[in-house]
């Protein structure tokens, strides 16, 4: 079976344009129109959004749009978010935007309005995270719990380690948080370092609460508290967790008056505003994590009522498009120009690459365009001095995100100015390069002349807004959050499943028996039973 993607009429027509675009360079298109720079931006929610140096023109943008209508977008948008059973793969909604909805709302699921549920939930959490940041939960031995260890991996972890990083400056100076992922026992071992198990309380955050990785941290992490309060009554009251799963979560020990829940129609990558925020909220109060979530909220309804040719998220996720399955761009350089930020790249890995790595679509189809993109990044201007020289003169076409803000959380004389002074220099240097004359006019000897040659053309958006503050970081997450799925309606894949994690775990679970018993025959190919031998022995 044919997809239909390549075939349809806009994608023709992109075909064609993009034939005659490709060579054009953005010094031609900026010095052939001046209103270039306002023309192609745009402030909404306040970000402001500068997609003038991309290598499009107003009719690339057009077909892009008629891209998407013909891909029936608009209704695709309000299908996810009114409940529809998108993610079909898994028979589910796809409900993340419910999680930030206003009380009041009403969003159906399954004939159930999901609203006050959800809000419920949050209810909880705050009352728990205000016993929590005053004091008044008590260890097992009646000391003040101090320290937060979230057990989680995947969405269960990178949402709350990227929003604790990100929201610092908000967070409760007198506690201590650390963030368990990885089986390796060194992740556990150096997250509980120095910390005392009468003051620490343990989130387990696990959506199916069986995740290998969570589980068995989780069971190290009980020990560690016995070994040293010995009561199996303590569990209760160093173990809270967050789960779909409640059967699961008594039969680990776990109260389920400690529990606090969500549901099917979240994806782990788009849950770090449901009750996996948990270790968030405790950080940073229930207050700061109510305006996170307003953040969230503005930005989906800018992504569900902005008309395209003004909506950020469908502008970024048909730029991204156009370089993916045009230029043929593999990667998308993730920048921001705030060291807080410094986790969002790994976040949006997830985010971006298990929604969109798929070769396959709704209909079971193998793909003959590109989907997804390697998403990587660090924050400027640390990459900078490293691999930014690849972007500016290497062989590949890498567009940019530059995300910064203009006001700092910690106002240094001079530095914000240098700081900002660098993102902003670095899109224009992508854009515009250096051509050998103006490096000869600089008196460059002739020999170093092709090496200090700037080719420029390299496409870049920047995202600027005031502050990075709770509700900020929300529209930020949503934003990229909404360009996903976008992506996904396009290429015609589910973005919310991730079915290509499961062989790899299945071979685990078959090679650790294997491991831990030498005389076990072994039965893989040549290089895998080498592997193994090689531990054993
Ligand atoms: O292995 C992939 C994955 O299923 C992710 O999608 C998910 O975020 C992560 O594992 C953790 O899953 P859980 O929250 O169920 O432990």
Same mark, same amino acid.
């Given at each position: 079976?044919?997809?239909?993607?390549?075939?349809?009429?806009?994608?023709?027509?992109? &075909? /064609?344009? =993009?034939?005659?675009?490709?060579?054009? #360079?953005?010094?031609?298109?900026?010095? @052939?129109?001046?209103?270039?720079? #306002?023309?192609? #931006?745009?402030?909404?929610? @306040?970000?402001?959004?500068?997609?003038?140096?991309?290598?499009?023109?107003?009719?690339?943008?057009?077909?892009?749009?008629?891209?998407?209508?013909? !891909?029936?977008?608009?209704?695709?948008?309000?299908?996810?978010?009114?409940?529809?059973?998108?993610?079909?793969?898994?028979?589910?909604?796809?409900?993340?935007? $419910?999680?930030?909805?206003?009380?009041? #709302?009403? *969003? %159906?699921?399954?004939?159930?309005?999901?609203?006050?549920?959800?809000?419920?939930?949050?209810? !909880?959490?705050?009352?728990? $995270?205000?016993?929590?940041?005053? @004091?008044?939960?008590?260890?097992?031995?009646?000391?003040?719990?101090?320290? *937060?260890?979230?057990?989680?991996?995947?969405?269960?972890?990178?949402?709350?380690? %990227?929003? +604790?990083?990100?929201?610092?400056?908000?967070?409760?100076?007198?506690?201590?948080?650390?963030?368990?992922?990885?089986?390796?026992?060194?992740?556990?071992? &150096? $997250?509980?370092?120095?910390?005392?198990?009468?003051?620490?309380? +343990?989130?387990?955050?696990?959506?199916?609460?069986?995740?290998?990785?969570?589980?068995?941290?989780?069971?190290?992490?009980?020990?560690?508290?016995?070994?040293?309060?010995?009561?199996?009554?303590?569990?209760?009251?160093? =173990?809270? $967790?967050?789960?779909? /799963?409640?059967?699961?979560?008594?039969?680990?020990?776990?109260?389920?008056? /400690? %529990?606090?829940?969500?549901?099917?129609?979240?994806? @782990?990558?788009?849950? %770090?505003d449901s009750a996996i925020g948990l270790s968030t909220m405790i950080a940073i109060g229930p207050e700061h994590f109510y305006a996170m979530l307003d953040g969230f909220h503005r930005m989906d309804d800018h992504f569900r009522t902005a008309p395209f040719n003004e909506n950020i998220p469908v502008i970024m996720a048909l730029l991204g498009i156009w370089y993916i399955d045009f230029f043929g761009a593999q990667t998308q350089a993730v920048l921001p120009y705030d060291n807080y930020l410094k986790r969002f790249p790994a976040y949006l890995q997830q985010l971006t690459m298990e929604s969109n790595g798929k070769h396959v679509t709704l209909d079971g189809v193998t793909t003959d365009y590109q989907t997804g993109s390697v998403y990587w990044g660090e924050p400027g201007t640390n990459g900078q001095h490293s691999f930014y020289q690849m972007i500016h003169q290497g062989t590949l076409l890498i567009p940019c995100d530059f995300i910064g803000f203009r006001t700092s959380l910690n106002p240094l004389p001079l530095h914000q100015d240098y700081l900002v002074a660098n993102m902003i220099a670095q899109g224009e240097a992508l854009a515009f390069g250096k051509t050998a004359a103006e490096v000869r006019k600089e008196g460059v000897p002739e020999e170093l002349v092709p090496h200090k040659v700037f080719e420029g053309n390299r496409p870049s958006s920047t995202f600027f807004m005031e502050k990075l503050t709770p509700a900020n970081l929300g529209k930020l997450v949503a934003m990229y959050e909404h360009a996903v799925y976008v992506q996904g309606v396009i290429w015609g894949v589910n973005p919310f499943d991730q079915m290509g994690v499961e062989l790899g775990k299945v071979l685990s679970m078959k090679i650790i028996p294997e491991l831990q018993d030498k005389q076990r025959p072994i039965n893989h190919d040549s290089s895998t039973n080498n592997l193994i031998r090689y531990y054993r022995d």
């Open positions: 079976m044919k997809n239909n993607l390549t075939e349809s009429p806009s994608w023709k027509l992109l &075909e /064609n344009h =993009f034939q005659g675009i490709k060579n054009t #360079s953005l010094r031609t298109l900026f010095s @052939g129109d001046d209103t270039r720079g #306002s023309s192609l #931006s745009l402030e909404k929610e @306040g970000i402001f959004f500068d997609y003038s140096k991309h290598r499009v023109v107003r009719e690339t943008l057009d077909l892009l749009f008629q891209l998407a209508r013909e !891909r029936g977008l608009h209704d695709k948008i309000e299908a996810m978010f009114t409940g529809a059973k998108i993610n079909i793969t898994e028979k589910r909604a796809v409900l993340h935007t $419910a999680l930030r909805a206003p009380k009041g #709302s009403v *969003i %159906m699921a399954d004939g159930v309005n999901v609203v006050p549920l959800v809000h419920e939930v949050l209810e !909880r959490m705050a009352g728990f $995270a205000a016993t929590i940041r005053q @004091g008044e939960w008590k260890g097992f031995t009646g000391k003040t719990i101090r320290n *937060i260890v979230n057990i989680g991996i995947g969405g269960s972890d990178l949402g709350p380690v %990227m929003a +604790f990083e990100a929201l610092k400056f908000y967070v409760q100076q007198d506690m201590t948080f650390r963030f368990v992922s990885n089986i390796d026992g060194n992740d556990f071992s &150096e $997250a509980v370092k120095e910390l005392h198990p009468e003051e620490t309380l +343990f989130i387990v955050s696990s959506k199916t609460f069986t995740t290998l990785e969570t589980m068995t941290n989780a069971r190290t992490a009980r020990k560690w508290l016995l070994d040293e309060l010995v009561d199996e009554a303590a569990v209760a009251r160093h =173990f809270v $967790a967050v789960s779909t /799963n409640a059967k699961e979560v008594s039969a680990f020990g776990i109260d389920p008056r /400690n %529990m606090f829940g969500f549901w099917d129609w979240v994806g @782990g990558r788009y849950s %770090m």
